[in-house]
C-alpha cells in the first residue's frame, strides 16, 4: 500500500504545484517582457538618473490616444508627431477632457511600436505613472518628458507612443 | 498465462440493485460504462448544437436564430464536445481496458472512481442550464477571452464553476490512472511491455495532471477578475488580456493532445489486430508518444500569432510547433510499416482506424500550414482553423472512440454487433464527415471568418454543402445507436479472443469478462 500512498500523494502535490504554477506564470511573464522588452511594454518606472547626451541623429515620434470602453473622456496628444533628437530630453502633453460633471478617475497605459525599440524610449515624467482625478467638465493638460536612448538601433527612423486611457472611477469605489 | 476464472465467482459480489448500484459502484467497468454512456449522450446534444450552427449557415444572411444565441451555440458546443464527449469517452476506455489489459483486477483507487464519473453530470447541468438563464449561456467562445468573458452575463461564474468541476473530474481521473498503471501492472508486465494504449494513456494522464491545473488557475483569475477586484487581465489596472492567452494556451495545447493520444494508442492497437503482425517500431512509439507530449508544453503560442508578439517569439513557435510534425510522422510511418505485407482483413474497427489515419493527416498538414507564422496571418480565425481542428478531432478522436467501441464491444458484451450496418455506418459518417468538413478548408482559405452567424454571399454554396454534410453525419450517428442497442439485445455468443489477430491479456478473459477482472494476477513473459 505504501506505493500507492507514494504515488498518490507525489500526484496530489503536483496538482497543487501545477495550480499556483499558473498563478506564478503571471510574475513570470512580467519579468520575461521586461527582461527583454517584449509585448512593447515602456518601463513603468520613472528614469530617474538622465544624462542627456545629444547626438547628430533624429528620430520621429508619433502620438497616438485611444479611450478604452467608450469611456466618457475626450483624450488627445497635443503633438500628434514630433521629430527629436536621439539622446536629448524632449517635453510635450496630451489633454483629457472630462465630458461628464461628475469627479472622474482615470489611468492611461502606454505601448509603443515598435516592441523591440520600446525599451529605448524612456520616461523621465508621464502622467501613466499615477491615477487621474478629473473634475466634471474639466480639461487636464498632462505631461510628458521622454528621453530615446542613445542605443537605439539605427534602422530605427520612427517610434510611436500610444495611450489608452481607461476610467476606473468604479474600481475605485465611490471616493 | 493464467486464464481460468471461474465463472460462477461472479455472483460472489455484492451490490445494491436499481439505480443505487450505478450511484454507488466503485466497479471499473460499471464507471467505463457509465463514463461511455454520459459521453454518448453529450455526443448528441453538442451535434444538436453543432446542427443549429450549421442550419442557421446553410445560407447567408440570419434566418433561424439571433447572433447572440449563435455565439451561445459556438461556445457550447466546443464545451460539451471537449469536456463532456471525448475527455470522457476516452477515460471510459481507460476505465474498461487498462485494469484487464495490465491484468489487474479494477482501478487502484475505485472510490475516487466513482466521485470523479459522478462530478461530471453535475457539472453539466450546472454549465448547460444556463442557456436557459435570461441572459443566456457563456457566448465569449470556449477559450473564455477576456475581455469579452468578461462582458457576460450571469451565466459566467455557473460556466467558471462547472469549468473547475470537469476539471476536478480529470484529474482525479488521471491521478487514479497513474497510480493504476504504475501499481498493478502483472507480475513480469514491464513498463516496455505494456500495451501501447496503456503507454498513451499514461502519458495523457500526466498531461492531465500537469494542464488542468493551469486551466482552473486561469479561470479563476477571471473570476476574481470580474467579482474580487484583481486585475489580472484588466489593462487599467495594470494587467494584460494577452496574459490570459499565455495562460490559457499554456493549458490549451496539452489539452490537445489529451484529446488525441489516447487515439493514436486506439489505433496502434487495432491496426496490427487487423494486419496479423506485431505493432511497427512499439518502442519508438512510446518515445514519439513522449516527445509529443514534451514538445506540447513549449508551442502554445501558436495560437496566437496574430495577438502582437516579437518576431523572436513567433520564430521560436512556428520552429517548435513544426518540431511536433517529427514524431507524429513516426507515428504514421509506423501505422503503414505495420500494415506492410499483412494479411488484412477490414472490419468495421479496422475501417474506422485507416480512415483515422488518412483524414487525420490530413488535418495535421493543415495544422503546419498553420504553423507558419507568414500563412497563419492569412488565416487565423478563418474557416480554415475550424476545418483543421474539426479534421484533428472529429475523423481524428472520434474516429479513434468509434473503432474502439467497434473492437471491444464483443468483448464487453459477450455480444458481436452486425457487421453490415457497422461498415454501413462507417461509410455514412466518412463520406458526411468530409461533406461538411472539406468545404470549409476552401472558405476559410477564401477569408471566411469563424464565429460568426452570416458571411458574404461568395461563400454561400461551399457552407450550403457542409450544413447537408452535417445533417447527414448526425443522422448517421442515429444508425450507432441502433447498432448499440441492437447488439444489447443479442445472446452472448462472441468468442473470449473476439478477433483472430488481436493481442492482449484482455482477449484471455471470458467475453464479457467477470465482473473482477483477475483476482489472481496473470503471468506475463
Known sequence: ?????????????????????????????????????????????????????????????KFTSTVANSAPFTFEPIDREMIVQVGKINNTFYTLTNNTKTIKHATASPSVVPHEDAEYFKKIECFCFSQQQINGLETKELPLQFIIDNELPNDTRTLILSYTMFNTTDQLGSN | ??????????????????????????????????????????????????????????????????????????????????????????????????????????????????????????????????????????????????????????????????????????????????????????????????????????????????????????????????????????????????????????????????LILPAFGIVSTIIPAFSRKRLFGYDSMVYATASIALLSFIVWAHHMFTVGMPLAGEIFFMFTTMLIAIPTGVKVFNWVATMWKGSMTFETPMLFALAFIVLFTIGGFSGLM??????????????????????????????????????????????????????????????????????????????MPRRIPDYAVQFADFNAIASVGAFGFGLSQLLFVYILFNTLKKDVTAEDKVWEGAEGLEWTLPSPPPYHSFEEAPKVD
Open chain 1, 1 to 61: 500500500m505504501s506505493n500507492f500512498k507514494k504515488t498518490y500523494f507525489s500526484l496530489i502535490f503536483f496538482t497543487i504545484f501545477m495550480f499556483s504554477f499558473s498563478y506564478m506564470l503571471v510574475p513570470l511573464y512580467d519579468i520575461f517582457c521586461e527582461i527583454t522588452g517584449l509585448n512593447g511594454k515602456t518601463n513603468q518606472t520613472k528614469v530617474i538618473a538622465v544624462n542627456e547626451n545629444p547626438v547628430e541623429r533624429f528620430v520621429t515620434v
Open chain 2, 1 to 258: 498465462m493464467s486464464t481460468n476464472i471461474d465463472k460462477l465467482h461472479d455472483d460472489h459480489h455484492h451490490t445494491p440493485s436499481g439505480i443505487m448500484r450505478w450511484i454507488t459502484t466503485t466497479n471499473h467497468k460499471d464507471i467505463g460504462s457509465m463514463y461511455l454512456w454520459f459521453s454518448l449522450i453529450m455526443f448528441f446534444v453538442g451535434g444538436l448544437m453543432a446542427l443549429v450552427i450549421r442550419a442557421e449557415l446553410f445560407q447567408p444572411g440570419l434566418q433561424l436564430v439571433v447572433p447572440g444565441f449563435f455565439n451561445q451555440m459556438t461556445t457550447m458546443h466546443a464545451l460539451v464536445m471537449i469536456f463532456g464527449a471525448v475527455m470522457p469517452a476516452f477515460v471510459g476506455l481507460a476505465n474498461w481496458q487498462l485494469p484487464i489489459m495490465i491484468g489487474a483486477p479494477d482501478m487502484a483507487l475505485p472510490r475516487l472512481n466513482n466521485w470523479s464519473f459522478w462530478i461530471l453530470p453535475f457539472a453539466f447541468t450546472m454549465m448547460l442550464s444556463t442557456l436557459f438563464f435570461g441572459s443566456g449561456g457563456p457566448a465569449a467562445g470556449w477559450t473564455l477571452y477576456p475581455p469579452l468573458s468578461l462582458q457576460g452575463g450571469d451565466s459566467f461564474p455557473f460556466t467558471i464553476l462547472s469549468i473547475h468541476m470537469l476539471g476536478l473530474s480529470s484529474i482525479l481521473g488521471a491521478i487514479n490512472v497513474i497510480a493504476t498503471i504504475l501499481n498493478m501492472r502483472a507480475p513480469g508486465m514491464t513498463l516496455m511491455k505494456m500495451p501501447i494504449f496503456v503507454w498513451t494513456w499514461l502519458i495523457t494522464a500526466f498531461l492531465l495532471i500537469a494542464s488542468m491545473p493551469v486551466l482552473a488557475g486561469a479561470v479563476t483569475m477571471l473570476l476574481t477578475d470580474k467579482f474580487f477586484g484583481t486585475m489580472f487581465f484588466t489593462a487599467s489596472g495594470g494587467g494584460d488580456p494577452a496574459m490570459f492567452q499565455h495562460i490559457f494556451w499554456f493549458f490549451g495545447h496539452p489539452e490537445v493532445y489529451i
Open chain 2, 370 to 447: 498553420l504553423a507558419m507564422v507568414p500563412a497563419d496571418f492569412q488565416y487565423h480565425d478563418t474557416y480554415f482553423v475550424v476545418a483543421h481542428f474539426h479534421y484533428v478531432l472529429v475523423p481524428g478522436a472520434v474516429f479513434a472512440i468509434m473503432a474502439a467501441v467497434y473492437y471491444w464491444l464483443p468483448k464487453w458484451t459477450g455480444k458481436m454487433y452486425n457487421e453490415g450496418l457497422g461498415k454501413l455506418h462507417f461509410w455514412l459518417t466518412t463520406i458526411f464527415v468530409n461533406l461538411t468538413f472539406f468545404p470549409m478548408h476552401f472558405v476559410g482559405l477564401a477569408g
